[in-house]
């Protein structure tokens, strides 16, 4: 069965924007069609300190892999791009409560799947810190805007005038 997720894509590594390019590629040859992608945007990096902006972009993606297998498709097109993950003190992988945040080529976060709630050790659906970082609710509106989230039941539009972020967001592609 085809369900719609949202993805984050960023990058702040090498060429940021063929980094974006390369990962929608490969979604599409591994996961599944991309229905909606928004524009680009110049970000400053959250939960760390770099001088290097990310670059990035929320698409709306339909795939048939389970939110399991989709994680495991990330961490791959994630690896074949040249990210090197960081893993946190408490053993845990991607959902780690003490996450560490480091410059990267690629990263890649389910945003939502579907109207799908899950909290396991190696994954968080939806993300769980989706509704407190403007780089992700501004293209994540600019696609999505009515899109309801399942936990806070507010649609993406409303969560990203919730929001407390005050990082910089500029949109930098057409």
């Given at each position: 069965?085809?369900?719609?997720?949202?993805?984050?894509?960023?990058?702040?590594?090498?060429?940021?924007?063929?980094?974006?390019?390369?990962?929608?590629?490969?979604?599409r040859?591994?996961?599944?069609?991309?229905?909606?992608?928004?524009?680009?945007?110049e970000t400053e990096?959250?939960?760390?300190?770099?001088?290097?902006?990310?670059?990035?972009?929320?698409?709306?993606?339909?795939?048939?892999?389970?939110?399991?297998?989709?994680?495991?498709?990330?961490?791959?097109i994630e690896k074949e791009l040249g990210r090197i993950r960081q893993t946190p003190e408490c053993g845990s992988g991607y959902a780690c409560s003490s996450?560490?945040?480091?410059?990267?080529?690629?990263?890649?976060?389910?945003?939502?799947?579907?109207?799908?709630?899950?909290?396991?050790d190696e994954l968080m659906i939806p993300h769980p810190r989706l509704h407190e970082r403007r780089f992700t609710l501004i293209p994540l509106d600019e696609i999505a805007p009515d899109y309801i989230h399942p936990v806070y039941r507010k649609p993406v539009s409303e969560l990203l005038q919730l929001c407390?972020?005050?990082g910089e967001v500029n949109r930098i592609s057409l």
């Open positions: 069965m085809q369900q719609s997720v949202y993805l984050l894509l960023g990058s702040n590594r090498g060429d940021r924007e063929l980094n974006l390019l390369r990962a929608c590629t490969h979604i040859h591994s996961i599944g069609s991309i229905l909606k992608a928004s524009f680009v945007y990096p959250w939960g760390f300190e770099d001088s290097t902006p990310f670059h990035n972009q929320a698409l709306e993606i339909e795939t048939s892999l389970s939110p399991e297998e989709l994680l495991k498709e990330i961490h791959s996450e560490i945040y480091s410059s990267r080529t690629i990263d890649i976060d389910i945003l939502f799947y579907g109207s799908k709630i899950l909290f396991t407390n972020d005050k």
